[in-house]
Structure formats: C-alpha cells, structure tokens
C-alpha cells in the first residue's frame, strides 16, 4: 500500500503533508486503519523530506502529522460515545469484523486509560481503540489527554525515525524497500498482543469452574423422630 503512496507524494511536493496528514486522520477517524499504511506511511514522510525530496520543514510535517492523529482518535471516541455498541453491529461490513472489536475491547480492558497511549503503537488495535473508548463511556476529558500524549509520541516519533533514517545515503536510495520491510515489523506487536490474548482465553478455558455447592441434607422425617424417641 506504500508504494501507491510513494510516487504521489514525490509528485505534490509540499501538498503532501495534506495527503500524509488526511490518511492518518482517516485511520482512526473514519475506522480505516486496516487499510491504510499508517506506520510506513510517517516513516516514509521523515525519509523524503531528510532527503530534500519533499521540500517542508521536519517540524510542519510533525505538527501536521499530530493534529491529524489526534482530531482522528477524538473524531472515533466521539463515533463511540454517540452511537454506543450499534456501530459495531453492521453485518453487512467488509470491515468492522467483530474479531477486530474484541481485539480492541480486550486490549482496552486489560490496559486501560493507558491503552489509548499504547494502541497508538499497534496497527488494527489503533484503529478501533478510540471508538472502544468512547463505547466504554471514558470521561472525554481524560481521553482527550491522553489522545494527545499517544499522538505526540506515535506521529513525531514515527517521522522522526523515518528522518533519522532516511539522512542516511543507502536508506535514501531504497525508501521504499525499507518502508515496505518497517511496515512488516509493525505487524509484531499485533502478533504479540494476538499471542497473549490466545494464551489467556486458552487458560480461562481450561480452568474448572467452581463445583454447586451440595443441597442441604433433608430434615429427618416423621418416623425418624419417633424412633429416637
């Protein structure tokens, strides 16, 4: 998806960061994170604009890159808190799959506030986390703090290390075979996150559930009494 991307932005020069800066807010913010090559995406921005190829500033690209993630993040809380667990329940969509959600939602529960910072870092868990949140009725003032602390670190880090990287002559000549390989590694985490989420079920699985407790012993009858007696 990268390489679609990638003679496009050689092409528009400057106007890049608008298109750099729309695909990062459609990510989380119209749910389309599962198509869009969000990672890749920002490295491959710090890498041109190192190189001289795309002609802004490092520090435009980062403000426009942040505002974008977090107005995304906050326009998917708000998608959540609105329409509550409805939007999930589209049948008909390709990719709203409930699979994704409980990812999501599991992720949330066990991380909490913190998971709006450290979804950021994680593709498809991204996606949907700020609408999980909003859903979950988290208080908007605290989603939206921590929104921009996970857009901070995620949007500048990502550029930046596109930047670090891409002032080096061998990287500059092969951005998009890096890119390509960056996008692969982001995959990891969500394979570590699948991995733990698999382990935990399966665990839950196998644990016994707690026996009835026994009815109590029947009172002695009639007969039983006089016999004592």
């Known amino acids: 998806m990268t390489a679609v991307f990638t003679p496009l932005l050689l092409t528009l020069g400057p106007a890049a960061v608008l298109v750099v800066m729309l695909v990062v807010f459609a990510e ?27 002609g802004v500033p490092i520090w435009l690209v980062m403000i426009g890159v942040v505002l974008a993630a977090a107005a995304g ?9 609105r329409y509550g667990p409805a939007v999930f329940r589209r049948e008909t969509s390709r990719f709203l799959r409930p699979e994704y959600v ?16 450290i979804g950021r870092f994680i ?8 609408t999980v949140a909003g859903v979950a009725r988290m208080p908007r ?19 930046a290390l596109g930047a670090l990287f891409g002032g080096i002559p061998l990287v500059a000549q092969h951005v998009e075979v890096i890119t390509i390989g960056f996008a692969g590694l982001s995959v990891v985490p969500l394979g570590i996150e699948l991995l733990r989420m698999r382990r935990t079920r399966a665990r ?22 006089a016999e004592a007696a």
């Open 28 to 54: 989380t913010g119209l749910l389309l994170g599962f198509v869009l090559p969000g990672d890749s995406l920002l490295f491959l921005s710090g890498a041109l604009v190192t190189s001289h190829v795309v």
């Open 73 to 81: 993040d906050q326009l998917g809380y708000l998608i959540g808190r």
């Open 102 to 117: 409980d990812r999501a939602h599991d992720f949330f529960e066990r991380r909490g506030n913190a998971a709006v910072i």
């Open 123 to 130: 593709p498809i868990i991204r996606t949907f986390t700020p």
């Open 141 to 159: 003032g605290r989603f939206t703090a921590y929104n921009v602390v996970g857009a901070v670190l995620w949007g500048s880090g990502m550029v």
């Open 204 to 225: 839950a699985a196998q644990t016994p559930e707690p026996p009835e407790s026994a009815e109590p012993a029947a009172s002695s009858g009639p007969a039983e009494s």
